[in-house]
Nanobody, 124 residues
Framework: QVQLVESGGGLVQAGGSLRLSCAAS????????IGWFRQAPGKEREFVAA????????NYLDSVKGRFTISRDNAKNTVYLQMDSLKPEDTAVYYC?????????????????WGQGIQVTVSS
């Protein structure tokens, strides 16, 4: 079982940056796809970005392309989500999740393990 722990959230002004981290408990996570999702109050959970750990292939939600970057660090078993040019509409609880499917999925049902979530608030 893979355990995931998010960190790095907080409050930032519009136009600012935050870097979220997702630390995986096992090296086997390196065979997985790691995804970031978010959920704003009153809205459904939505896909933000994903990376295949082994190949570093990635994809993004259209509204975050060019502003967010997903990456991974093998030595630290950690996936990062660098978020720049943040907007108030990026405010949400952000979750990382892992999938053993080996492909870049935007569907939360393809992800088996989830972190506890972390709050990101962007003020205008």
């Amino acid at each position: 079982q893979v355990q995931l722990v998010e960190s790095g959230g907080g409050l930032v002004q519009a136009g600012g940056s935050l870097r979220l981290s997702c630390a995986a408990s096992e090296r086997t996570a390196r065979t997985y796809t790691i995804g970031w999702f978010r959920q704003a109050p009153g809205k459904e959970r939505e896909f933000v970005a994903a990376i295949i750990w082994s190949s570093r292939s990635s994809n993004y939600l259209d509204s975050v392309k060019g502003r967010f970057t997903i990456s991974r660090d093998n030595a630290k078993n950690t996936v990062y989500l660098q978020m720049d040019s943040l907007k108030p509409e990026d405010t949400a609880v952000y979750y990382c999740a892992s999938s053993s499917g080996g492909f870049l999925s935007r569907n939360s049902n393809d992800y088996s393990y989830w972190g506890q979530g972390i709050q990101v608030t962007v003020s205008s």
